[in-house]
Structures are given as structure tokens and as C-alpha cells.
């Protein structure tokens, strides 16, 4: 299993982020950075240090394709029904440890499903 460098949007739960931590990925929580930022300044972030962004906002994804922020790194949106956070960590975690790329894609995990999209190349 590859260890991933992941942004952990401030809505994801601290149950997940020690849970990611444990298992090896280095993971920068946004509550333990700025609290508030806008979700364009966390995308920027998350691309000068290299990390997949994990999200449950929807607007990670509008900014990226239909407002045309550049990205290459990646972002993980998860879709989850309501679910204790220590259910949600261990899908998240399994889901991780599956044999797929990351980097470079918009995915969207749920109990059913991973999707993924390339994200859009620079016009």
C-alpha cells in the first residue's frame, strides 16, 4: 500500500484523521491550520505541498471544473450516508489501501462506489 500526503478538509472528522495518521499517510488537517479559509486557499495549499485533498464539500469539485482552477494533484469527495466516524474511517482506509491512482484525479468514494474523472489539463 503507498502512504498518501492528504489535505483533510476541515469537515472531515478528527475519528478519520487519526485513523489516516495511524495508518501511515502523512495528513495535514485544516483544523490544525486556519480554520475558515476559503476552499479555493485550501485547493492552493494543497497543491504546493503535494497533497490529495479529502473532502466532504461538493464545492471542491465546482471549483475545479466549472470554475477552472487548476489543479494536478487530487481530490477524494466522499459521499457517505450518515454513519458513525469510526465506520466511515475504516471504508475510507480500506478504500485507500485499494490498487488505483489517486493523484491527478477527482474521485468520489461511497459505499458503493469509487468514480473517478481526470481532473481538466490546463487550456
Given at each position: 500500500?503507498?502512504?498518501?500526503?492528504i489535505?483533510?478538509d476541515?469537515?472531515?472528522?478528527l475519528?478519520?484523521?487519526?485513523?489516516?495518521?495511524?495508518?501511515?499517510?502523512d495528513?495535514?488537517?485544516?483544523?490544525d491550520?486556519?480554520?475558515?479559509?476559503?476552499d479555493?486557499?485550501w485547493?492552493?495549499?494543497?497543491?504546493l505541498d503535494?497533497?490529495?485533498?479529502?473532502?466532504?464539500?461538493?464545492?471542491f469539485?465546482?471549483?475545479?471544473?466549472?470554475?477552472?482552477?487548476?489543479?494536478?494533484?487530487?481530490?477524494?469527495?466522499?459521499?457517505f450516508?450518515?454513519?458513525?466516524?469510526?465506520?466511515l474511517?475504516?471504508?475510507?482506509?480500506?478504500?485507500?489501501?485499494?490498487?488505483?491512482?489517486?493523484y491527478?484525479?477527482?474521485?468520489?468514494?461511497?459505499e458503493?462506489?469509487?468514480?473517478q474523472a481526470?481532473?481538466?489539463?490546463?487550456?
Amino acid at each position: 500500500m503507498a502512504l498518501l500526503r492528504i489535505f483533510a478538509d476541515e469537515n472531515i472528522s478528527l475519528d478519520l484523521v487519526h485513523a489516516l495518521r495511524t495508518a501511515g499517510h502523512d495528513v495535514l488537517w485544516a483544523s490544525d491550520v486556519e480554520p475558515r479559509r476559503p476552499d479555493s486557499g485550501w485547493l492552493d495549499l494543497a497543491e504546493l505541498d503535494g497533497r490529495l485533498v479529502l473532502t466532504h464539500d461538493k464545492d471542491f469539485g465546482e471549483l475545479i471544473f466549472r470554475d477552472h482552477i487548476h489543479s494536478t494533484i487530487g481530490v477524494i469527495l466522499l459521499r457517505f450516508g450518515d454513519m458513525d466516524s469510526r465506520t466511515l474511517a475504516v471504508l475510507v482506509e480500506a478504500a485507500l489501501r485499494e490498487d488505483r491512482k489517486w493523484y491527478g484525479f477527482f474521485t468520489t468514494l461511497n459505499e458503493r462506489h469509487t468514480r473517478q474523472a481526470p481532473l481538466p489539463e490546463v487550456q
